[in-house]
């Protein structure tokens, strides 16, 4: 539990990086909000396209190897942005990102089953909320960290402050910007590279799955998971899930700035703060207190509630984060940023609820189960380039609309979806 802990940190410290990332790359490379969001299409695409060949990959050299390798590829993904911010080209910071998720892919494949099935299935959704302390802990601290280290004096590369030089001194502050980024990224490469090490001479041992399949014939088929309802249904939710979890932390740094609040920079520290608090109440209740179908129903239900009051809050009012969050000195942000952060708290359960319940009775297939699940992280790379899309064409509040039918998806699995295991 403290090893796969560890790597839950990591992957988060990597996934939270890219809601400071987005709004830091649109003033470094002069973007719109459409084009900023292609960071989460590149870095959530690789878990589709990745997916099936790390479930391959751990087939072959087992998970506790499939955690090394995804370490050290993600080393060489931190490694690229070197290049990326000296240049200050775009394609390159993508295909770093693309690098980073790809070994985070395998990471994911790897230790999601993991977790569990190293415990009964029951008190899984509980053993994931542990893991996801530690995953949105760091989505907590690295935003504080990047603002503090990367976007100090950052007044000075508003639009305002750009427009009023001449063009080549434009670029020349663009590229004093992007330069901030080269040594946070070679101390992760460094610090990754001697994760791997760690974990290899670790004394983790393998998981050990059925040695049956599921149903069918003795031998596992290519597409033989695609027989079981729970789990492509399942896939189909978290693709709707994550989707969703990063337009709530990765586009609310781009909101704040679009509405003028002063510490945009460090607001997915609001998400990330309420998902722990989810997590929190997912240690306590699962499973003495509530069930992990439970967990989810009421997940995709505040989510709902939370959608609208993102979609119709005042843009100027802080009443709601005064009442939240004052008593803690914490700076007030506009009624819909507070909503938008506190669907963090409706989704911190989903992805624990999700992953036990669409795994039950797989079997020999729990790889590929798990690699189909992996594939719903898509909707990370699809959704907020949709809604930013949508932002562009209308406004940025008008986007979060699209939240609703994505929460509608995971309640209908709460209530009917998990429970089908066949085709009608």
């Keep these: 539990m403290l090893f796969i802990g560890l790597l839950f940190f990591i992957l988060g410290f990597a996934t939270w990086l890219n809601g400071s990332l987005i709004p830091f790359l649109k ?24 997916a099936l060949p790390a479930a391959a990959v751990l087939g072959r050299i087992g ?31 993508l295909l770093a990102l693309f690098t980073l998720a790809t070994g985070m892919t395998l990471m994911q494949t790897a230790i999601n089953p993991y977790i569990v099935c190293i415990g009964s299935r029951e008190s899984a959704a509980m053993r994931i909320s542990i893991m996801g302390l530690f995953n949105k802990g760091a989505g907590i601290v690295v935003p504080l960290v990047f603002s503090a280290l990367i976007l100090s004096g950052v007044d000075q590369f508003s639009d305002s402050a750009l427009a009023a030089l001449d063009a080549a001194g434009r670029e020349a502050a663009r590229a004093e910007l992007s330069a901030r980024l080269v040594y946070p990224y070679a101390v992760m490469a ?11 001479f670790s004394s983790l041992p393998e998981i050990e799955l059925d040695d049956e399949p599921a149903k069918g014939g ?4 290519r597409f033989g998971v695609f027989q079981f309802p729970q789990v492509v249904l399942g896939a189909l939710a978290l693709f709707a899930y994550v989707g969703v979890e990063v337009i709530a932390g990765d586009t609310i740094g781009l909101y704040g700035h679009n509405l003028g609040v002063a510490n945009f920079a460090v607001l997915t520290s609001y998400t990330m703060g309420f998902m722990v608090l989810g997590y929190c109440l997912g240690v306590a209740l699962i499973p003495k207190l509530m069930a992990q179908k439970t967990a989810l129903l009421l997940s995709a239900t505040s989510g709902i509630l939370f959608t609208f009051g993102v979609a119709t809050s005042s843009a100027t009012d802080t009443g709601i984060s005064q009442l939240l969050l004052g008593w803690a000195g914490v700076p007030a942000v506009p009624n819909t940023v507070m909503f938008l952060a506190l669907l963090g708290l409706a989704n911190a359960l989903v992805w624990p609820s999700i992953w036990p319940l669409a795994l039950e009775g797989l079997g020999k ?17 699809l959704l907020p380039m949709l ?22 998806l995971i309640l209908f699995y709460a209530l009917v979806g998990h429970k089908l295991r066949r085709w009608k």
């Design 218 to 221: 003795d031998e596992l088929t």
């Design 63 to 93: 998970y506790k190897n499939g955690m090394t390798a995804g370490l050290g590829i993600m080393a060489i993904g931190a490694l690229l942005f070197i290049p990326a911010a000296r240049s200050s080209y775009y394609g390159i910071f």
């Design 387 to 408: 809604y930013g899309r949508i932002s562009d064409a209308s406004n940025a509040q008008a986007g979060y609309w699209l939240l609703l039918p994505c929460y509608a």
């Design 365 to 381: 297939y729990t790889a590929a189960g798990s690699a189909l699940l992996i594939m719903g992280i898509a909707g990370g790379a």
């Design 190 to 200: 460094a610090g990754l590279l001697v994760f791997m090490i760690i974990i290899h």
């Design 27 to 50: 003033i470094v490379c002069d973007l719109n909000n459409f084009q900023a969001l292609w960071v989460t299409f590149a870095f959530y695409i690789a878990y589709t396209v990745m």
